[in-house]
């Protein structure tokens, strides 16, 4: 059974205080691990895939990485605007219907 | 570009009663499509997903149903509510292997 597990569960950071979201995850044959943000009360919103190990993406402060068993979210100099939720999933070679499997996410806040 | 719709964005429901969630997609054909549950301050639990018209495979018995009437619209139903269907459900769309997008979401409560 896939499993992914994201710690740490909530994250309080200063304005610029630059941090790490990890996303640790056990599949059977790794397609894809995607990053998702969501504010509170709407759907997630997409960030990135990434398919091999060793693989980045950035986008403005975000930063994500992988390697065969786990993925980071580098954010650098936050601002009080990346405060939300941030998901992570994984997608199964050979997933029926393509599904993915959710880790619980990381609450950040980010404090002026 | 493509566009999901979610309806209603809120419901409140007493317990025993039924349940309609509806989602439509526009700008994009043959999709695969999701149905998900969010409990407050927790990740996305898969409840169905659909890969055609009238294909539906669930991924947790449960309370709930889904059907397909048509390629872009994707409906959740129950005969009789629990307390413990509230939640934030939500719908996606992913083409093939690749990432999912998501709606709005509807959060219910059953009172």
């Known amino acids: 059974e896939d499993q992914v597990t994201q710690s740490p569960e909530a994250l309080r950071l200063q304005e610029g205080e630059s941090s790490s979201l990890n996303c640790s995850y056990t599949?059977?044959?790794?397609?894809?691990l995607f990053w998702y943000r969501q504010d509170p009360g709407k759907g997630p919103e997409f960030l990135f895939t990434?398919?091999?190990a060793g693989e980045e993406k950035e986008k403005e402060r975000l930063k994500a990485t992988l390697t065969k068993k786990e993925s980071f979210l580098h954010i650098t100099a936050p601002k009080p605007e990346d405060s939300a939720t941030y998901l992570c999933?994984?997608?199964?070679?050979?997933?029926?219907?393509?599904?993915?499997?959710f880790g619980g996410g990381t609450r950040v806040l980010v404090k002026p | 570009s493509q566009t999901i719709h979610q309806w209603p964005a809120t419901l409140v429901q007493p317990v025993g009663s039924p349940l309609s969630l509806e989602c439509t997609v526009e700008?994009?054909?043959?999709?695969?499509l999701y149905w998900y549950r969010q409990a407050a301050g927790r990740g996305l639990q898969l409840l169905f997903y659909?890969?055609?018209?009238?294909?539906i495979s669930s991924e947790v018995p449960q309370n709930l149903s889904a059907s397909r009437p048509q390629d872009r619209q994707f409906i959740l139903s129950s005969k009789k509510l629990l307390l413990s269907d509230s939640g934030f459900y939500l719908c996606?769309?992913?083409?093939?292997?690749?990432?999912?997008?998501f709606g709005p979401g509807t959060r219910l409560t059953v009172t």
């Open positions: 999933a994984v997608q199964a070679s050979g997933a029926a219907g393509n599904k993915l499997t």
């Open positions: 990434l398919y091999s």
């Open positions: 700008g994009t054909s043959n999709p695969n």
């Open positions: 659909s890969v055609g018209i009238g294909q």
């Open positions: 996606a769309w992913s083409v093939r292997e690749y990432e999912q997008y």
């Open positions: 599949v059977s044959g790794l397609r894809g």
